[in-house]
């Protein structure tokens, strides 16, 4: 399918994702674009919910939602944000939090994992994985009832991936696992960074240089970078596989599912016809964000009441 016109309107304003060459960005030019979000009013609104706190889950700062004002105990949903492993925040991601909150009515618990490149592989990863297990360690902390379900989009997707093979090898039981277009292989050598390799937001001169940032010196066959690598998928969480059309990553996105599948695990994969990567966090552009969030959240109401 062509791109929609709602994309199509959207890359005429943002025609990639850096919108530099990325070679000219220094430390000075990444912490400028960090602190600035010309894209703020169509990240969608900021629901007033009864319960935002700022907390830290062992040391990594986190934000927790929740839509009940009640006392009880909840199942917690794990959000990682995007932005390359070297942007993105929880401030950033706040509508998306309380969205989050509100649609599904679980606890949310938005990660501020360390950035690249001040912070290298697998400091993310790291991050990630040292608030899941900290959900798990102290339930009441977070009003936890045991059902505990991971998220994230692009790199976020590629941390909730992580965290999910993690759990499974600790021996701790995720109910669901949602990826939003995941970063699940850095080999970049998919027809689809052939297809839309420029001119579709994410362009592959970027991705390369987000994994530079990222993880330079680290061997991309390390499953924590590369989750496709993984030996075996068998005994993963449930998985929810969302994907855009004309996306870089939509072709690694979607072998994971699919070798998630072939390995046993239960799993839906939904490509969103005529998206470019990063629509799901922007419904104020684009309608099928907010069909893919309530995809995504009748995914993880129905894995979190199991």
């Given at each position: 399918?062509?791109?929609?016109?709602?994309?199509?309107?959207?890359?005429?304003?943002?025609?990639?994702?850096?919108?530099?060459?990325?070679?000219?960005?220094?430390?000075?030019?990444?912490?400028?674009?960090?602190?600035?979000?010309?894209?703020?009013?169509?990240?969608?609104?900021?629901?007033?919910?009864?319960?935002?706190?700022?907390a830290l889950a062992d040391d990594v700062p986190i934000r927790v939602y929740r839509a009940d004002p009640g006392d009880h105990t909840l199942p917690v949903i794990v959000y990682?944000?995007?932005?390359?492993?070297?942007?993105?925040?929880?401030?950033?991601?706040?509508?998306?939090?309380?969205d989050l909150a509100v649609r599904t009515g679980a606890v949310v618990v938005s990660v501020d994992y360390r950035l690249a490149p001040e912070h290298a592989f697998p400091a993310a990863a790291d991050d990630a994985w040292t608030v899941v297990r900290d959900i798990f360690a102290r339930p009441a902390f977070y009003q936890s009832n045991g059902r505990v379900a991971v998220i994230g989009d692009s790199a976020g997707g590629n941390l909730a991936a992580v965290a999910a093979w993690q759990a499974r090898d600790a021996g701790l039981t995720l109910a669901h696992q949602v990826l939003v277009y995941p970063i699940t292989d850095v080999a970049m050598d998919t027809a689809s960074y052939r297809d839309h390799a420029k001119g579709y937001g994410l362009d592959a001169e970027e991705m390369a240089w987000f994994v530079e940032r990222y993880a330079a010196a680290a061997d991309p066959l390390d499953p924590r970078l590369s989750p496709l690598r993984l030996q075996s998928c068998a005994g993963l969480a449930p998985a929810t596989v969302v994907t855009a059309e004309h996306d870089v990553l939509r072709d690694e996105s979607e072998a994971y599912g699919a070798r998630m599948a072939a390995e046993g695990v239960s799993v839906e994969v939904h490509r969103y016809p005529g998206m470019v990567h990063g629509f799901f966090g922007l419904p104020g552009w684009f309608d099928q964000a907010e069909e893919a969030r309530a995809f995504v959240a009748d995914r993880l109401r129905a894995a979190l009441a199991s």
């Open positions: 399918m062509s791109l929609h016109p709602q994309a199509r309107a959207y890359l005429e304003l943002y025609p990639s994702d850096l919108g530099l060459d990325p070679a000219s960005l220094g430390q000075a030019e990444i912490e400028r674009m960090r602190a600035a979000d010309g894209l703020a009013d169509r990240r969608g609104p900021l629901t007033r919910l009864p319960f935002v706190r700022d990682f944000h995007g932005g390359g492993w070297v942007f993105g925040s929880v401030r950033r991601n706040d509508a998306l939090g309380r």
